[in-house]
């Protein structure tokens, strides 16, 4: 099943015009690896880089997935499509690859915030579960919460000059750069060492979600107020603009985690060699996107 730690792979990236995708394309053209990028359509692919093969499939369809698949190595795999169609997909990945990369979520870690009712927990879970059986060499990600949510979740109104209404200010989490989720991602695809590993992703610290808002207007060089709403006050306020579901999976897992510090692992300094990335070094770098001057960002999520 594993091959050699100087064999160089071919990669099938999935999801490759997400954020996380973009990203671990860019790490694996940095380090030479042939990749294959996988997209439902291919109108989105200008961005790519020169030499990155470009195919057109949907996990909707398993059998679209067949001639991308021939000649691939491993699979960085992020799901994106209803669950109805994961059994087959996987049983195809088994039939022609040696790994998958699985992109999925901390559910299975003993921490409140993680241990609430969430449909895409089940969905994660079951696909892991059929990944494992079906033989397989695989590595499961567990990014909790992105730096990068806070593009569609506090940029929009900090932009505008407004006031951050959210709602347990309180609650602590440790959320990752995307670039670093990618990073790792792309140091396990490029070798065969770290095949049936399972890792918790977490950025350095434990912050508050009124310190992160805080951290903004600490590196915009403004203040940025944080009104605390109760959570049915802002259950109302954002009505219309969240999926019900994921709304509540959000309040629930918030409110479990009050007094609680976040979960905080070494997992990316053990993975890189070197400490994750902080939060304000995150802003720092993505100034614009909270200046009046930005344009709108999409909402980032682990499985982008």
């Known amino acids: ?89 996987i049983d195809l990945l088994a039939s022609h690859v040696r790994r998958v990369v699985f992109l999925s979520a901390p559910h299975r870690t003993p921490h409140p915030f993680f241990q609430q009712p969430n449909p895409m927990a089940e969905l994660y879970a079951t696909i892991e579960d059929r990944i494992v059986a079906s033989g397989l060499a695989w590595t499961f990600l567990r990014p909790g919460m992105l730096d990068s949510n806070a593009l569609s979740w506090w940029a929009p109104t900090i932009r505008a000059g407004g006031e951050v209404r959210w709602t347990y200010g309180d609650a602590e989490t440790a959320p990752i750069d995307d670039r670093d989720v990618a990073a790792v991602a792309a140091t396990i695809l490029s070798r065969e060492g770290d095949a049936d590993g399972d890792h918790v992703l977490t950025g350095p610290e434990s912050l508050s979600q009124a310190e992160q808002v805080r951290i903004i207007g600490e590196v915009l060089g403004r203040p940025v107020p944080f009104v605390d709403l109760p959570p049915e006050g802002f259950r109302k306020e954002a009505e219309g603009t969240w999926p019900p579901a994921a709304l509540d999976m959000l309040l629930d897992a918030w409110g479990a985690t009050m007094g609680v510090p976040a979960f905080v692992t070494p997992t990316v300094s053990e993975l890189l060699g070197r400490p994750p990335g902080t939060f304000r070094e995150w802003v720092a770098d993505h100034v614009a ?12 999520a682990a499985d982008d």
Request: proline share 9%; charged share 20%; hydrophobic share 45%.
């Open 1 to 89: 099943m594993r091959m050699s730690e100087t064999a160089v792979p071919r990669v099938l990236v999935t999801g490759a015009t997400g954020r996380i995708g973009g990203a671990v394309i860019d790490r694996l053209v940095e380090r030479g690896v042939p990749i294959r990028a996988l997209t439902h359509g291919l109108e989105s692919t200008a961005e790519l880089p020169a030499g990155v093969e470009v195919v057109g499939a949907d996990l909707t369809e398993p059998d679209s997935l067949d001639e991308p698949l021939r000649g691939v190595d491993a699979v960085f795999l992020v799901w994106t499509a209803p669950p109805v169609t994961a059994p087959a997909v």
């Open 289 to 300: 996107a909270f200046t009046a001057d930005a344009t709108g960002s999409a909402p980032a």
